[in-house]
């Protein structure tokens, strides 16, 4: 059975159990990473747990465990459960309360680290490219709700989700309240114009994806421009090529949005080189 850490101990699955009195439960109150294993190693480890600890730290929350602590507890995690490949889910809650939001009436913040299996996309959608499209549901607004925290409060991605599914596709675009693109529910995008990689800057209202980071490096390894910038729906139509990135998804093309087929039609050839680069970095 597999283990799950728990606040410092490795406890059978089914002995992991919160409280219903915990924040994270009653407000999605906490934060949390997702994280893959490549052959039996923890992929960008330390670029995950530093965004986590600037999840903490917008949020006020004092994870009780030091940095080099956690590490340590998700590569322990990670061996208990002899995973080759896998996912890792690390979740950081407030802690148990009272039924009032206040977080000073919590106490001792829970660490849990799952280690299981990861759900991918099919083969062949890596192979043809998927169809997306624009949800209506715009991204958090940073004032508001600030998309760099990942908190346990997924409604925002969740209700453009919806729309995804309602469509009959498996992402969905989702516009900041300036009606710029942000990024999508559980991935980044990028667009390829002219040879150069373009992609949502930051200021845009996006997470700054693990993922997204690393093929940015990979592009200008590859010597491709890349800009950060602003971009919107005109620029995702006109694009010649579109894909997605994410920690599940690694590097995926989108050959369709909002009906436009996006420039032949086809996973480009800057996607797949650099879904071709991706790929071999996780194996080294
Ligand atoms: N945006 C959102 C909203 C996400 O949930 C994710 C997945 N964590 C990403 C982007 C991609 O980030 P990463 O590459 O770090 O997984």
């Known amino acids: 059975m597999s283990k799950i850490f728990m606040n410092g101990k490795l406890v059978d699955k089914t002995d992991a159990v919160i409280s219903v009195y915990d924040h994270g439960f009653l407000y999605g109150d906490g934060i949390f990473e997702g994280i893959r294993i490549y052959n039996a190693k923890v992929f960008k480890l330390h670029e995950h747990i530093a965004r986590l600890y600037e999840s903490a730290k917008h949020i006020d929350l004092a994870i009780p465990l030091s940095i080099a602590e956690m590490c340590k507890a998700v590569e322990e995690t990670v061996i208990a459960n002899s995973k080759k490949e896998g996912y890792i889910r690390l979740i950081v809650s407030r802690g148990v309360g009272n039924l009032g939001l206040d977080p000073r009436k919590t106490t001792n913040p829970q660490i849990i680290i799952i280690v299981d299996d990861i759900s991918i996309y099919p083969e062949e959608m890596y192979e043809k490219g998927m169809e997306i499209i624009t949800a209506t549901t715009i991204r958090n607004i940073p004032n508001a709700l600030n998309p760099r925290i990942k908190s346990l ?20 675009i989702m516009l900041n309240h300036l009606g710029e693109v942000a990024e999508c529910t559980a991935d980044n995008i990028f667009l390829v114009k002219d040879g150069v990689l373009k992609t949502p800057a930051i200021h845009c209202g996006i997470l700054e994806g693990i993922t997204r980071n690393t093929v940015i490096d990979l592009a200008k390894v590859e010597k491709i421009a890349v800009e950060e910038c602003v971009l919107t729906r005109h620029d995702v139509f006109t694009a010649d090529e579109c894909f997605l990135t994410g920690t599940a998804a690694e590097v995926i093309p989108v050959v369709k949005c909002d009906g436009r087929s996006i420039g032949l039609g086809l996973p480009g050839e800057i996607t797949k080189l650099l879904r071709d680069r991706f790929r071999k970095f996780i194996s080294v």
């Open 153 to 172: 409060n997924y409604l925002n991605n969740i209700l453009a989700k919806l729309e995804a599914n309602r469509a009959g596709v498996p992402e969905a």
